[in-house]
């Protein structure tokens, strides 16, 4: 989950108010905290000297003082990471939406850059990259000890560019190269469409700046004065999350009041309280929202608002379990830091941290026969090493291209499954109320 900062990406959390983390850290008298930080930083300082002065090769200090780093981030947890200044101005392009890659998304899985999803009708989509797959060489450099950023980077660049991805796969019997031509990745944040009996569907595929937008366009195209919804699908399996901003208010297109989402972090300056406004035109049609082990971060937190508030049922699978909140730090350089500063809670108080958000009703993918066996496997934030740790894990009490609706329900049972309890909303309530 990302917060906004400025020109759009996210909100302005003062630098000052972020650093003096440090002192909030402890109870330490001053002295003692500023006696312990300078013999640290004396050592870090003999270091420095110690390999300018006798690696066997030159070595410049900025090349050194930034993988201190790295190293020191990559400590922290799987989603906090420092970017140089080019890696900060492709974050920012990413979240317009639009980019030349190859469409993945990707993460560290046991010390290994691991692909989530394949992202659809992207080169990487239609070169057959898997979910599942280890990435061990980017055009023939190892990608051991790298980090997101620095993936991203490799991975991005201009139209009709090519990369080769070195993967291994289970099931295969030794590395294999794929190579994928990058094209301008544009990804439709919502797609929509009318099935029978009234029941609208609108997919949210991630959550970028104009994405509340979109989903006003479309919820006014199904829903219109004079063809009321009967019911509605919220489609967010394999959807990675995004800004903060958005999140908040998408839950707030469907909620008339009540808490959507808060933050809490050591400083007072990262907690806040997000609630929703009654606006005069939140559906008033029953919702179900589709969720896989795929559905994070941002789309973790939508689901959550509208359980929490019972506007909705939830559908399919538990979600991925990324409940922390990171800010993005801007540096005088043009570089920025990404640091995790917060975690988020639902309305009633759950974490959701490598726990993530259970469905009220299961419905396990069952993969078409034309489909591999393995698909579906997933990876969640739990499997992430170095990831926050869940109250559990701690010890403590819990906390697309147009197709043929007929397709559709053939090969997605799971959507299948959310269409019927929408028809049958009224029998469904009141076995659930009996």
């Known amino acids: 989950m990302q917060k906004r900062i400025k020109a759009g990406l996210v909100s302005v959390v003062c630098l000052v108010c972020v650093l003096s983390l440090w002192g909030l850290c402890t109870a330490l008298p001053a002295v003692a905290l500023d006696r312990q930080a300078y013999k640290n930083l004396k050592l870090f300082n003999q270091v420095l ?16 003082i930034q993988g201190a780093i790295n190293g020191m981030m990559k400590s922290l947890d799987p989603h906090s990471s420092f970017m140089t ?11 317009r939406g639009s980019f030349g890659g190859i469409g993945i998304e990707i993460t560290i899985l046991k010390d290994v850059l691991t692909v989530v999803s394949p992202i659809e009708d992207t080169p990487a989509f239609q070169a057959g990259i898997k979910a599942g ?7 023939g450099k190892s990608t051991k000890d790298i980090n997101i950023m620095e993936a991203v980077s490799k991975l991005r660049g201009p139209k ?19 190579v994928i031509t990058r094209s301008i990745i544009k990804i439709k944040s919502i797609k929509a469409r009318m099935y029978e009996d009234r029941i609208g569907y609108i997919r949210i595929a991630a959550f970028q700046e104009k994405t509340v937008d979109d989903l006003r366009k479309a919820l006014k195209d199904l829903d219109g004065p004079t063809q009321s919804l009967k019911g509605l699908v919220l489609d967010m399996r394999n959807n990675p999350g995004g800004l903060l901003d ?14 959507i989402v808060s933050t809490k972090g050591k400083a007072k300056s990262l907690n806040h309280e997000f609630a929703a ?78 726990e993530g958000i259970a469905p009220d009703i299961v419905i396990r993918y069952q993969r078409p026969a034309q489909e591999k066996e393995g698909a579906e496997d997933r990876i969640r934030e739990r499997d992430l090493k170095g990831h926050i740790k869940s109250p559990k894990e701690n010890g403590q009490k819990p906390e697309e291209p147009a197709k043929k609706e007929k397709d559709d329900l053939l090969l997605d049972n799971q959507l ?16 659930i109320r009996s």
């Open 133 to 139: 797959d280890q990435i061990i060489k980017i055009d």
């Open 416 to 431: 299948k499954g959310a269409i019927d309890i929408l028809k049958s909303w009224e029998i469904f309530r009141k076995t």
């Open 49 to 64: 000297d110690m390999v300018q002065k006798n690696y066997v090769e030159p070595v410049e200090q900025k090349t050194l």
């Open 160 to 178: 009709d560019t090519k990369v080769t991805l070195t993967i291994m796969r289970e099931g295969l019997d030794k590395p294999t190269d794929i």
């Open 277 to 354: 406004k009654d606006n005069g035109d939140e559906p008033v049609c029953p919702i179900a929202i589709l969720v896989n082990e795929g559905t994070a971060s941002a789309a973790e937190i939508v689901s959550g608002a509208l359980q929490d508030n019972q506007r909705a049922i939830i559908v399919g699978t538990r979600t991925f379990g990324k409940g922390s909140v990171q800010t993005v730090i801007p540096l005088e350089d043009g570089s920025a830091l990404k640091l995790t500063t917060a975690k988020y809670y639902t309305p009633s108080g759950r974490s959701i941290q490598a």
């Open 85 to 95: 200044a080019e890696m900060y101005k492709e974050l920012e392009v990413e979240t």
């Open 246 to 259: 958005q999140a908040v208010e998408i839950s707030d297109v469907f909620l008339k009041s009540g808490i």
